[in-house]
Structures are given as C-alpha cells and as structure tokens.
C-alpha cells in the first residue's frame, strides 16, 4: 500500500513536469509552496507559501490512490475548508512569506483493551493530503504530503505522585541482587533471586554466582583481620590488619548506614530589591553606573532570551552593541539625555550630546511593498544611540553621545542600535583594542590588508529585512564564538553558471577583505611579527559545461559556503589569567548543485540560493606534550597516573614538598614508622627461629 502511494506521487509529480512550449504559463505573481512535497511522519508538519497571498484561500483535501490506474486524481479541489475528517489547516501571514501548518487532530497512543479512540496497529496513519492555493474556482499552487505516522509507545497507564525513593548508594547498597535481571521468572545460577524456588536451586546449588553480582554485597576485602586464616598473609599482617565488621566496607556504594549530618540547605527565596548604595570610592569593572539621583543609568539591552530591555544598567568597563527590532505602536522613548551621571566619586557628569538625521534608511527601516505613505502616520524617532565613557582609574571624566533620529511610519519595522564604549582617558586614539595582551573572548578578530594598508576585521553578515545579500548588513567575527550566518541571492532561471559562480566568490570575498590577522588582542598593525597570513584554499575547478547536461535551471560547483577556520591556544597567563592567541587562519569554500525551484509551471520569475559563512575556532596546545619514554609506556607499574599504588611517591610526606604538616611533625612520625617497620621484621619468622635456636 505505501509503495504504491508513494509511486503515485512520483508519477503524479513527474506530470506536472513542464514539457516545452504546449504548456502555457501561469500569470507572474503566482505563490509556491517551499517544499512542495513532504513526507510526514509525526503529527504536525510545516510548509511556507511564498509570493503573492492575496485573495488565496487554503483549503486541505485527502486523495485516494485508484486501485486500477495506480494514479492520484488530478482534479483542483478548490472549495475545501480548512478541516478535513481529522485533519486541521492553519496558516500564519506575513509579508510575502505564509507559514501553513497541517495538524493531525486524533489520538495516538496504541491500544492497550477494548477502546476506541486509539491506534489498532503501530502504523496508525496512512494517507495522501493536498493543501490547495486557490483564487476563486483557480488552483495557484498545491501542497502533497505522504503521511505515514505510527502510533507512540509511550507509557499510558496512570503515574502515581508517590515518587520511588532511590537510596544513596554511598550509604547503602542500591541492589541486593544483580543477578536477578528478569522480572517473575526465576534467573538460572541466580541463588538470591526470591522467585527461584527450593527445587529449582537445587539444580544450580553448586554453580551460584559468586561475588557481588550473585548478591555477596558485602565481600570481606584483603585488609580484613578474618581473611588471615583463609588467604596466605604475610608475617607481619596482624599488626596492620583492620579490624571492621563486613558491613563497612572500602567499596563505593557497600558503606554501611551510619548517621549524616545534614548540610545546610540554601534558601531559593529572591531578596527584596533594595536602594543601590551611591558610589565614592568610584566605579570598578562590572558595577553599575549610577545617576546623581542614585539610580541606574540604563540603555536598552538584549537580555538573555534575546529580547530588548529598557530597564538595563550599564556596567563600567564593559562595551555592547546590540540591534532591537521595532514598530511605532511598540515605540518606547529611553532614557533623557538631561540626567546626569555619578562620575565615581560623587562628582557630576553631564551628558554631551551631539543630534543627528538619518538620510539612508535602509540599513535601520524594511518597509511592506503594499504601504501607501500618504495613508499612514509618521513620527519622528531614535533610530541609534553611542555612547562613549571617557575613564581613568575607578572614575568617568567625560560622556560623549551621538543621536540619529530619522521618520518611523505606522506599518514599518524599525532596527534600533545601541552602543556603548569605554575609552580610556590616556589613551591617544579611540581604536578598541580586543584584549591586552591576549585576545578576550567576544572582542573582534584584529584584521588588516597589508596591500592596501587598510585596517579592517572579518566580517559575518548580519541578517535585517527580508533577508536578501542585496540589503544585508555586516558585524564583525568575535573572537571565541563560532558563528554561521547567510543571505538569499535571488537567481533567474537563465542565469549563466560560470557569471552566477563568480558573483557568489564576490559576494563571499567581500566578508574577508583583509590579508593578515592579528595574533594579540593588542597587535600592531605596522608590525608582521605581531600579524599572521591568512591561508586561502583555492576554488574547485569548475566542470567544463556551464550546467549540469547543459539544462537551465542547474549549476553545478557553485560556492555557497565559505568557511574561516581559526587556529587559537594559551600562550600564557597574566595575573592568573590564560592569554589567548591565534595562530593561524585558513579560508576555505565548499561548493553546491544548484537547481532552479519549480512551483506548478516553471515561470520566468527569480529563485532563491542560500549562500553562507561559519566560523570555527579550534584550540590547540600551545606546546605539543612531552612524548613519554619506553620505559614509561612499558612499565605502567610506577605511573602514579595509572595505579592506585604510587610506588615513587612512598616517602613524599618526608619530603621538603609535602607541606600539609610542619616537616619536624613529619620526620617524627617517619621514624615512628621506621621503628615499628624493624620490629616487625624482628617478630618475623626467620629471627624468630633465630632467637629459638
């Protein structure tokens, strides 16, 4: 039954194959469905309808194979709903993008006794669903989803609250028979297995498991006074043999039940928010920066879930610049730029703010293609903020801001930027370093291009908008965070292969501008000590035929993906702290088939290729590893690493190393032992004999 559907679909699929000329267009606008075939095989499944959604109304039908032709029917079912038997359809409009979302609405669960509303068997749903775009009685597209969905088996029964109490095996062994592995039934060999009964433990009784698997979980181990009669001990094993019942034993997770004292258990409860305490003795790095009226100084920020708050204090010494998305009904106004800061010390700063217009929207504003502007209100907004803190030592001298403001219509979206940098007051120029001297994880990778003397750093793109390569804009590779990020490049379906492989090598070479890198945080430019080249791999030679069997539509080679590979380790450390450096950087791409995406007739319109760039940071030592002698590969006896007995470390607590106990103690104890260590050798059998002879 599955084959067939499935062969039905592909048939189906390779009719509405274009054919040439005989077949004529469909009017330009037309929405598509990306994919346009799905295999499911859980209860929800996704799809997007791109292009022009006007006026189109969805409706969701189940076909049925023809058991003498072997064919889906092809016939436009346009006056659906969006119900069909157990079957939902919702759809999420956006701008030019529609999310349609096909939900089984039935039970799952496999049936366990005489119910109802349950799968009878594991593969509960086979069936063959269309969703159709249509526009009046005219199908514009259509969606086919195979459904092969099996029933879950999972438990069902009813879970108790009364949670099963796992005992501490520190404390007390967890299972007094290991060897009993199968429920109800009796384990052969298994002697502490309670459902083996007195007849059937008479044909193993002399074949049980020993040890702590056959259910011994208290073994008497070697350092035990009572295993002296059973094992041959030495001499001298009655004076360091310890006396202990079997109950306590060395082994984890055999300790007997004694009393714990509990540890204290700290409070989950969150304080009450108390009045921050106005600085004096100034600011050091992490505190935040407070107003003269004993107040954060906030600045929208991204929290943790990736949202923009307006509420969040700035901390000093620590630089972000951060993007918030949104509208004018969502407009908020920040914070005034007439409050003025604590410097530190309690003395007063004044905020110097210099007013600017945004003349180019594009890189902050995406506006709907359907906006009409004289319909619609607008107002004049924040479109970013900097903020440059001027310090020196725990204080701010000085506070520079620069304001864009620009037009915000009802219906756009708005990406805001906010940015704050300390700079320091000694220093001569404003260029951020990325650490000193390491680099600091989350600072931008130094970069240069030595033939143009052009200092630059490695760029990503950075996605705003519809998300084409014609609008993007860019934000520079961070040290330590490997990243990946990409744009759509619109290609028609006569694009010539070897043009269109050279527009994405420009595109991607326009992210890495730059010939060498800096090692440090702090390198200098002008020196090639202080910079690294950065390795690029060359392009795959491209086939000879600019397309795949010379068809429009399929470019093969095409390089898609650019790949930055950075080679980092600790150099060393400053004040305890590891020093991080790059050694190396390498560039490399990775090719793709390109093919053009068909809805129901292959129009003469743009696709879309996904083009991207990853970022990798792999560390490694900074010094390979001393290689270990034969002797040290041989003799694994004396590798404190892989012993429990250290034989070189005998005598380490009479060493000048050992500092747990002042060395007097030490030596004294040590002889001590020495003393009782000749005793026991004169108590030992051949003195022994000695003395009695």
């Known amino acids: 039954m599955i084959a067939a559907v499935l062969w039905a679909l592909l048939l189906l699929l390779g009719s509405e194959r274009p054919t040439g000329r005989t077949q004529a267009p469909a009017p330009p606008g037309n929405p598509v469905f990306q994919p346009s075939f799905i295999h499911m095989n859980g209860p929800t499944v996704s799809s997007f309808l791109v292009g022009n959604s006007a006026d189109v109304v969805l409706a969701v039908n189940v076909f049925h194979v023809n058991t003498e032709t072997g064919m889906l029917p092809t016939v436009a079912y346009c006056s659906g709903s969006n119900r069909y038997g157990e079957w939902s359809l919702n759809v999420s409009h956006g701008m030019n993008v529609s999310k349609v979302t096909v939900t089984l609405m039935r039970n799952l669960q496999l049936c366990l006794s005489n119910a109802t509303d349950c799968c ?64 109800g039934i009796c384990d052969i060999r298994c002697c502490c297995d309670l459902e083996c009964t007195p007849d059937l433990k008479q044909l193993f009784s002399g074949s049980c498991y020993t040890g702590v698997f056959g259910g011994n979980v208290n073994l008497p181990f070697d350092q035990l006074c009572s295993v002296q009669t059973t094992n041959s001990a030495p001499d001298w094993f009655p004076f360091l043999c310890v006396q202990s019942p079997l109950n306590n034993t060395p082994f984890l997770g055999y300790f007997y039940h004694g009393s714990v004292s509990s ?107 359907d906006i009409q502007p004289a319909e619609v209100l607008c107002i004049n907004v924040t479109f970013a903020e900097y903020y440059m803190f001027i310090w020196k030592g725990k204080t701010i001298e000085e506070l520079n801001v620069t304001v864009l403001a620009g037009e915000l219509c009802d219906g756009e979206i708005l990406t805001q930027r906010f940015s704050v940098n300390f700079v320091s007051f000694n220093s ?85 501008q730059a010939t060498h890198v800096g090692k440090r945080g702090n390198s200098s430019y002008n020196d090639l000590n202080d910079l690294v080249e950065i390795i690029r791999l060359e392009l795959p030679n491209p086939s000879a035929n600019g397309s795949v069997g010379n068809l429009n539509g399929i470019c093969s080679d095409i390089p898609a993906n650019l790949n930055i590979h950075i080679i980092t380790a600790d150099v060393g450390a400053v004040e305890g702290i590891a020093q991080e450096e790059i050694l190396g950087v390498q560039i490399s791409f990775s090719t793709v088939i390109w093919q053009f995406q068909c809805g129901i007739i292959c129009e003469n319109k743009s696709s879309s290729l996904p083009i991207a760039a990853s970022v990798q940071f792999i560390k490694v030592p900074a010094q390979p590893p001393i290689p270990m002698t034969r002797f040290q590969i041989n003799y694994t006896e004396y590798d404190c ?11 380490y607590p009479l060493t000048w190393y050992y500092t747990g106990e002042p060395y007097s103690q030490c030596l004294a104890k040590g002889l001590i032992l020495a003393f009782f260590f000749l005793l026991a050798v004169v108590l030992s059998n051949p003195w022994s004999r000695i003395l009695k002879v």
């Open 641 to 651: 690493n892989r012993n429990e007995v250290c034989w070189p470390q005998l005598f």
């Open 120 to 183: 009878m068997e594991p593969l509960c749903v086979v069936e063959t669903l269309q969703v159709s775009a249509c526009r009046g009685s005219t199908m514009l597209a259509k969606l086919l989803i195979q459904a092969e969905i099996y029933a879950n088996s999972s438990f069902t029964g009813n879970v108790s609250e009364n949670a099963t109490v796992i005992p501490n095996q520190v404390f007390q062994p967890l299972g007094s028979c290991p060897c009993n592995l199968t429920a």
């Open 428 to 512: 001569t120029n404003t260029t951020e370093l990325s650490g000193n001297p390491g680099y600091q994880v989350g600072k931008p990778v130094r970069a240069v291009n030595i033939s143009s003397d052009t200092v630059t750093t490695l760029k990503l793109w950075q996605p705003v908008g519809s998300g084409l390569c014609t609008s993007e804009t860019f934000t520079p590779v961070l040290f330590g965070l490997n990243s990946l990020s990409g744009c759509i490049l619109e290609v028609n379906i006569n694009e010539d292969c070897g043009q269109l492989r050279e527009d994405v090598t420009d595109r991607l070479n326009s992210l890495i």
């Open 263 to 369: 540890s204290l258990v700290s409070s989950f409860k969150i304080p009450l928010q108390t009045v921050p305490e106005k600085p004096l003795s100034g600011y050091k790095q992490g505190d935040p920066i407070m107003t003269t009226e004993n107040e954060y100084f906030t600045i929208r920020q991204q929290s943790m879930a990736g949202q923009c708050v307006g509420n969040s204090p700035v901390a000093f010494l620590q630089n972000f610049d951060v993007k918030c998305v949104t509208s004018l009904s969502a407009y908020k106004e920040g914070l005034s730029h007439n409050v003025m800061i604590n410097s530190g010390t309690g003395d007063t700063i004044q905020q110097n703010v210099i007013y600017g217009n945004v003349t180019d929207v594009r890189n902050f504003i995406s506006k709907p293609e």
